[in-house]
């Protein structure tokens, strides 16, 4: 009989503090704590942002980094990484090294290009650089990535205009996605699209916001990725996850 303990599953999040708490790693350990999963932390940058002003981000040390993920204390089995803002090309080749380390624990990730409030995740030096890299070092690692179509249309260097377009740039990531839909063009305004490596399902919207509040993404992904350590499917863990994120969004106004 397998005990609580073996079935308790871990999350080890990768990713930025946000002040105001709705963002970041604080909208991660929200979802975690919800789903009842037990949370490890690698910070990778600290920020000064509110709701509607980025103000700056400062990534942190790397031997700080690397003497954090080095004491982790992670268990042996139902292990799922996440990460967003990595700040740094060294925080994102550290995550691959880490991920390459624990080839059983799902890894999704979070391509974080801009803050809602329009602040940068990555020095602005490298953002047009940055895509080339993950697609080739990071997200070969990855279970899953989940853009919105922004950052898809960064990631991959293509205008995405129509879900044609869009199904293309999926089709060239080196690994599963669940694109969001809140960015989409109107006709596809909140459907996600779930690209499986062989096939597109699309999942309409549970919840139609105005504005979507800050840190859907951040907590639809950690929940994605607790349920993959769980050992669900692709499909049936994103409708999990949106709707966590849709129970949260109700119960907690984020």
Do not use: Y
Not at 53 to 73: I, Y
Not at 197 to 206: F, M, S, V
């Amino acid at each position: 009989m397998t005990t609580e303990a073996e079935q308790k599953t871990t999350v080890v999040l990768w990713g930025g503090l946000d002040p105001g708490g709705q963002a970041g790693l604080a909208a991660d350990l929200q979802a975690a704590q919800a789903l009842g999963a037990e949370t490890r932390i690698v910070v990778t940058a600290l920020t000064v942002q509110t709701s509607a002003t980025w103000l700056g981000g400062w990534p942190v040390a790397n031997d700080l980094r690397n003497h954090v993920v080095k004491n982790l204390d992670i268990p042996q089995k139902n292990v799922a990484i996440k990460s967003g803002m990595l700040a740094t090309r060294h925080h994102a080749k550290a995550l691959a090294r880490f991920a390459e380390a624990h080839p059983e624990a799902p890894l999704v990730v979070d391509p974080l290009m801009a803050s809602s409030s329009g602040g940068s995740m990555w020095p602005r030096e490298d953002l047009a650089a940055m895509p080339a890299w993950l697609l080739t070092h990071l997200l070969p690692h990855a279970r899953v990535v989940t853009p919105n179509w922004p950052e898809l249309a960064w990631l991959t260097g293509r205008a995405l205009t129509n879900r044609d377009e869009a199904e293309a740039a999926l089709a060239k990531l080196p690994c599963a996605a669940v694109l969001k839909g809140g960015h989409a063009p109107e006709a596809l305004c909140g459907v996600d699209l779930v690209w499986d490596g062989q096939t597109i399902t699309a999942l309409q919207p549970e919840t139609v916001w105005k504005k979507s509040p800050r840190g859907t993404g951040c907590r639809l992904a950690t929940a994605l990725a607790i349920e993959l350590a769980r050992g669900k499917s692709l499909v049936a863990s994103t409708l999990a996850a949106k709707a966590l994120v849709a129970r949260l969004a109700q119960d907690h106004g984020v």
